[in-house]
């Protein structure tokens, strides 16, 4: 079966640096998302990664291994209003999107 | 401003009711997707059209039917609501299903089914 998994929940502090784990196992690779979701609201775009690497994009930077089936999400600099999940997506060989769970991050000052 | 939107917000709907989740885009987009969230699980797909006129079916698309008559619309429908069906759906779209766009969601409709 597919199979994306990222821990539930992660703390951290205004300011600090973390990193949200990503490792998946799908029918196929075309490709992984990042997204931010708020509590109640819809999810939003944050990254994508096709090719193994770091993607930059101002306080936040993704990384790809195809090989070891593994990613993260870096967020830099935190602000109280990074307290959100973040749900990482893989395209499978079906160009369908298989999303994991979701890890909620608690930002504490 | 361009985007999706969904219709209705919330519903509280009785077992054994006929409903039609509304979802309209005006960026188009070829491909709409219809998923469900449920707590402690990731985004499920239900029904998914790559272009108007044509529809697939997802992971979990029993209870459901889609329709995709133009490009704008992709309405979801419950042809007699059960308890297990409650869940925040949400309808997004896309450039095409390949290449490196983003699906961009509507707002979401929560549905309680009693």
């Known amino acids: 079966g597919q199979n994306i998994d990222q821990p539930t929940e992660m703390t951290a502090t205004e300011g600090a640096i973390v990193q949200i784990n990503c490792t998946y196992q799908t029918s196929g690779f075309n490709g992984l998302f990042w997204y931010q979701q708020h509590a109640g609201e819809a999810p939003t775009f944050l990254s994508y990664n096709v090719l193994d690497g770091l993607e930059e994009k101002g306080r936040f930077s993704s990384f790809l291994s195809r090989s070891k089936g593994y990613s993260y999400l870096l967020l830099k600099e935190l602000q109280m209003k990074d307290s959100a999940s973040y749900l990482c997506?893989?395209?499978?060989?079906?160009?369908?999107?298989?999303w994991g769970a979701g890890t909620k991050l608690i930002i504490k000052p | 401003i361009a985007g999706i939107t969904q219709a209705p917000t919330s519903q509280i709907l009785a077992a054994g009711r006929r409903m039609t989740l509304r979802c309209t885009q005006d960026m188009r987009h070829n491909a709409m997707y219809w998923y469900r969230q449920d707590l402690g699980l990731g985004l499920r797909l239900i029904h998914y059209?790559?272009?108007?006129?044509?529809?697939g079916k997802g992971e979990v698309p029993d209870g459901y039917s889609v329709s995709r008559a133009n490009t704008d619309d992709f309405p979801l429908t419950l042809a007699s609501a059960v308890p297990s069906q409650t869940s925040v759906y949400f309808c997004?779209?896309?450039?095409?299903?390949?290449?490196?766009?983003?699906?961009?969601f509507g707002d979401g409709t929560r549905l309680s089914i009693l």
């Open positions: 997004a779209s896309s450039e095409g299903p390949e290449g490196n766009q983003p699906q961009h």
């Open positions: 059209s790559n272009t108007a006129g044509t529809t």
């Open positions: 997506a893989v395209r499978d060989s079906n160009y369908q999107l298989i």
